[in-house]
């Protein structure tokens, strides 16, 4: 069934003449994607691959119906093109932009509560229902359709993760990039509680890293709301230095806050097991899903 | 990395934001320091460093006369504090102090808003107050639809318990911090201690500044205090270039696509004996020009010993990482081994490309990590101290 995007989904590609816009919006298509429409303003009526161009995102959207949109804006101006999005209709935004300032992401996600509508980054891969729809710039041939759910703020990891289910003879239902910044849209949390809603989805891993507390959030969530899918995770960053931004701009320890040790612990209290290695946690994973005896 | 001010630097920061900071100067050597002390009268005397602590470390002196204050800065400059270079002192007139109070700003990611935290817990580090009485914490989130409202700040510097008699000023200087917050794209703004002298004056003794890593292309002023800032060369070399790394300790150089993974390569070095030399990702680049680029920034460490290379390649292929990695050597002369781990798109052609050469290639991370850290620990054996 999947979560969030499915092969009705009916996606406009916000920066679809730069250089991102142009090779991903192929590379969506390729999959199976309903691409229907793009935006470069100064641009419109032109085509990019059989695609109709529009100057403004409310124009793409009343010609073209679409509900979900995909950002290769750089980042000086991403942070509107997501408020442009919202303001247009979108439901689901997903920004792949890395870069872009943490104050424009307080207003932007400040906005689009105003306006209802769902993010998915910035700085992530997007996210991709096998077999149905690709709203990302993942790798395609490494996901096969199943039954695990997945969450992960690293893009590579997450293609990493799923090579190893697939080479382990499952699939993903969907595999959500929530992205490497500190202000976000949707939280391990929030893909927890569609997935639970998600017959699909049998088994959920979390592929988080150092920095914030979104994990600990999750943990207890698991916890206190006694979900009713098993959940397997990873922490990245477990030998970082405290005060170092590692590559990520919201993976990093501030004082208390952000310890790889808080997180496995809130994992492990919460009854999620941590693996130590990708490998293992597919391992967990796919012990999860076999039938007890 | 955030930019961080150094104290001299954030207070004229404030400053220019209409905050009332003490009268004084930043200085590099002795005489200048006196000559300070000269026009001020009695002194402190700070170094100027990245870290808190500076008082007991003996960075913070009161100096009562400009020879006081020569001897002060002689103490201080050239000298390490907590393993940090001074560079600089700030010769500051010395606060008859009342009251210390906390103020600090920054963005609370949970609530994906700007957060303001007052406490009357001044001149402590904040970290302590949190964990002992977080109930002297008095927060609030500002929407950043419509911005400060001057009740709230009323309501704040009244839920922190702030001498009644000074509030008016307290507020006005959090509107102005927020505001230069605002302005300056910030992700940290303290100052503490906030201080309310014998007068009845509220000033800013202290004062930490951190700028948005993301936003410093629109930040070219304060861009330009970089240079002064403490930063090891190499980061800001590569910083320069636009290349994501962190010096670390060890004596492994690494280099991966994708922060997540590079993490976790540093993870699995550290889980095996090794010690990684450098966070670095590659990014999405393949491209011969960009492993050349930052395969140098990282052999620019002169503890590297060993280079790993983590790769997992989706929609790079590894036969082009495998391309850029060989051509980059081929023109360079690296005496250090170098451990290749391909896997995904096009991994058996990038391994089977390596072979024959004296790159090592390696099929998993594991297999890499052990690689790099036996033939680093080789080398090692063959060092006389």
Redesign the interface.
């Known amino acids: 069934m999947s979560i969030l995007i499915n092969r009705d989904t009916r996606v406009v590609v916000q920066g679809v003449t730069g250089r991102e816009g142009a090779f991903h919006t192929q590379?969506m298509l390729e999959y199976g994607t309903r691409v229907v429409g793009g935006v470069t303003p100064g641009k419109g009526g032109s085509e990019q691959d059989s695609v109709p161009v529009f100057d403004s995102v409310k124009e793409a959207v009343e010609k073209t119906k679409a509900d979900t949109s995909i950002i290769f804006v750089p980042?000086?101006f991403a942070a509107d093109a997501i408020a442009e999005a919202a303001d247009a209709g979108v439901k689901l935004v997903v920004c792949i932009t890395d870069?872009?300032?943490?104050?424009?992401?307080?207003?932007a996600?400040?906005?689009l509560k105003?306006k209802g509508a769902a993010l998915i980054g910035p700085n992530c891969p997007g996210l991709i229902s096998p077999g149905e729809c690709k709203v990302g710039?993942?790798?395609a041939?490494?996901y096969r359709e199943g039954p695990m759910g997945v969450i992960?703020?690293?893009?590579?990891?997450t293609?990493?993760t799923c090579?190893h289910i697939t080479n382990a003879g499952s699939g993903v239902s969907t595999c959500i990039g929530v992205g490497?910044d500190?202000?976000i849209g949707i939280k391990f949390i929030d893909a927890l509680k569609l997935f639970r809603d998600d017959p699909e989805t049998k088994v959920v891993i979390i592929?988080g890293?150092?920095g914030?507390?979104?994990e600990e959030?999750a943990a207890a969530y698991i916890k206190e709301s006694n979900y009713p899918k098993p959940v397997v995770a990873f922490i990245?960053?477990?030998?970082?230095?405290p005060g170092?931004?590692?590559?990520?701009?919201?993976?990093i320890i501030s004082?208390?806050t952000g310890t790889p040790q808080a997180k496995v612990k809130a994992f492990e209290e919460a009854g999620v097991p941590v693996g130590?290695?990708?490998?293992e946690v597919v391992q967990l994973a796919m012990a999860k899903l076999a039938p007890s005896s | 990395m955030d930019l961080k001010l150094y104290e001299f630097q954030a207070k004229k920061v404030f400053a220019q934001g209409g905050i009332p900071v003490p009268q004084g100067e930043v200085v590099q050597n002795a005489d200048a320091a006196a000559r300070v002390a000269q026009e001020i009268g009695r002194v402190v005397v700070k170094a100027q460093v990245h870290v808190g602590g500076r008082g007991k470390a003996g960075g913070i002196k009161l100096a009562n006369t400009p020879q006081e204050a020569r001897e002060c800065a002689e103490g201080m400059l050239g000298k390490p504090l907590k393993g940090f270079a001074v560079n600089y002192v700030l010769v500051e007139q010395a606060l008859d102090i009342a009251q210390e109070y906390y103020l600090g700003i920054t963005v609370d990611r949970d609530a994906r808003r700007v957060i303001i935290m007052v406490s009357s817990m001044g001149g402590i580090d904040i970290e302590e107050v949190a964990a002992t009485t977080p109930e002297k914490i008095a927060k609030m989130h500002v929407d950043p639809a419509w911005g400060l409202f001057d009740y709230q700040l009323r309501d704040l510097v009244e839920q922190a318990g702030l001498e009644r008699k000074a509030q008016r000023q307290i507020i006005d200087v959090i509107r102005a911090l927020y505001n230069v917050f605002q302005y300056s794209d910030a992700s940290l703004a303290e100052i503490n201690p906030l201080v309310v002298t014998g007068g009845g004056k509220v000033i800013a003794a202290d004062g930490k500044f951190d700028v948005d890593d993301n936003a410093l292309y629109r930040q070219k002023e304060l861009l330009k205090l970089r240079e002064v800032s403490e930063t090891d060369p190499v980061e800001a070399y590569a910083a320069s270039k636009g290349v994501a790394y962190v010096k670390l300790d060890g004596d492994i150089g690494v280099i991966g696509n994708g922060a997540g993974l590079v993490m976790t390569t540093l993870d699995i070095l550290a889980r095996n004996g090794g010690k990684a030399a450098n966070f670095c990702d590659l990014g999405g680049g393949a491209k011969a020009d960009t492993v050349r680029q930052d395969l140098e920034i990282v052999l620019m460490n002169p503890k590297v010993r060993g280079v790993l290379f983590n790769i997992f390649g989706g929609i790079v292929r590894c036969d082009e990482v495998a391309r850029g990695i060989l051509e980059a050597t081929r023109t360079m002369d690296i005496k250090a081994p170098i451990v290749v781990r391909l896997s995904g798109t096009k991994a058996e052609e990038g391994r089977e490309m390596l072979k024959g050469t004296n790159l090592i290639p390696a099929e998993t991370a594991q297999e890499a990590a052990k690689k790099i850290i036996e033939l680093v620990g080789d080398r090692g054996r063959g060092i006389v101290e």
């Open positions: 590379k980042a000086p870069g872009v300032p943490t104050l424009d992401m307080v207003r996600a400040g906005y105003s710039i993942m790798p041939e490494v992960s703020r690293s893009g590579t990891l293609y990493e090579d490497g500190p202000i592929i890293e150092i914030g507390s979104d959030t990245s960053g477990r030998s970082a230095p170092k931004r590692m590559g990520h701009a919201g993976a004082g208390n130590n290695t990708l490998e």
